[in-house]
């Protein structure tokens, strides 16, 4: 049976030098979900493929035309062009490193290749939020998508805080009015942050939420134990080290 072709938008996750001149690309499809493609040709110094390259960086937003057979673990691209030229992602330092790590929190938990057009859709809208924030706005973009990305793979957190349940458990995923019994859990001002960040449904509400950097850092860093409490094998962000740097 031939493989089909199709339309489709996609994010790029990853690219891998392949041979002299191709590269294996992961990218989380709206039609399919994450895939791999084998792209030939594109390091190339011709004038052919010069530049071609450039266009799998990851966080690009990609027109494709694919040819798609579930039983291959590699298909093949056969047209590709921006769907979206950001005008500060790629040459903005701080911006790309927010970029990178939604991209990297991303890749972290797409373990299967099911469409899923609800978080293809959220992360474009949040990819596109970032190109044009500034300020108070992007600083908070990291933390922002952390938050809501959980809603998509099944274990959000219950934003049921009050003075009277003020611990944050991240084992648990809600608030409770007691100290859990191991180290997963915020409180304070922290469990209160998660609180208002997760009641934003816009991310223009994020310039009302005035953080220090010390203070999103160590919330970061909290919002990756919940995830490795969630989700197997999670591991570490690369990422983040950068992004506490780059937003400091």
């Given at each position: 049976m031939p493989d089909k072709?199709?339309?489709?938008?996609?994010?790029?996750?990853?690219?891998?030098?392949?041979?002299?001149?191709?590269?294996?690309?992961?990218?989380?499809?709206?039609?399919?979900?994450?895939?791999?493609?084998?792209?030939?040709?594109?390091?190339t110094s011709s004038?052919?493929?010069?530049?071609?390259?450039?266009?799998?960086?990851?966080?690009?937003?990609?027109?494709?035309?694919?040819?798609?057979?579930?039983?291959?673990?590699?298909?093949?691209?056969?047209?590709?062009?921006?769907?979206?030229?950001?005008?500060?992602?790629?040459?903005?330092?701080?911006?790309?490193?927010?970029?990178?790590?939604m991209v990297e929190l991303l890749t972290k938990c797409l373990r299967q290749p099911e469409n899923n057009p609800d978080l293809f859709h959220f992360t474009e809208d949040c990819m596109l939020y970032l190109d044009k924030s500034r300020g108070t706005v992007m600083a908070n973009m990291s933390l922002f998508f952390a938050l809501h990305l959980p809603v998509h793979f099944?274990?959000?957190?219950?934003?049921?805080?009050s003075p009277e349940d003020g611990y944050l458990d991240l084992r648990e995923g809600g608030y409770t009015n007691q100290q859990p019994g191991h180290p997963y859990f915020l409180e304070a001002q922290q469990a209160q942050v998660v609180s208002q960040l997760l009641k934003v449904m816009q991310p223009d509400e994020l310039e009302e939420i005035k953080l220090n950097h010390d203070f999103r850092r160590?919330?970061?860093?909290?919002?990756?134990?919940?995830?490795?409490?969630?989700?197997?094998?999670f591991g570490t962000l690369k990422t983040v080290q950068v992004l506490r740097a780059v937003l400091s």
């Open positions: 072709l199709h339309k489709t938008k996609g994010l790029v996750l990853r690219a891998v030098k392949y041979g002299e001149t191709s590269l294996v690309v992961t990218i989380f499809t709206e039609l399919f979900g994450v895939q791999s493609y084998l792209v030939n040709g594109v390091r004038k052919k493929g010069s530049g071609k390259a450039n266009v799998f960086q990851p966080a690009a937003m990609l027109d494709l035309v694919v040819y798609h057979n579930e039983l291959k673990q590699l298909n093949r691209i056969k047209e590709f062009k921006w769907s979206v030229l950001y005008d500060h992602i790629f040459s903005d330092v701080p911006k790309n490193a927010v970029a990178l790590f099944g274990f959000r957190l219950s934003d049921n805080y160590q919330l970061l860093q909290q919002l990756e134990n919940y995830y490795a409490l969630h989700i197997q094998d």
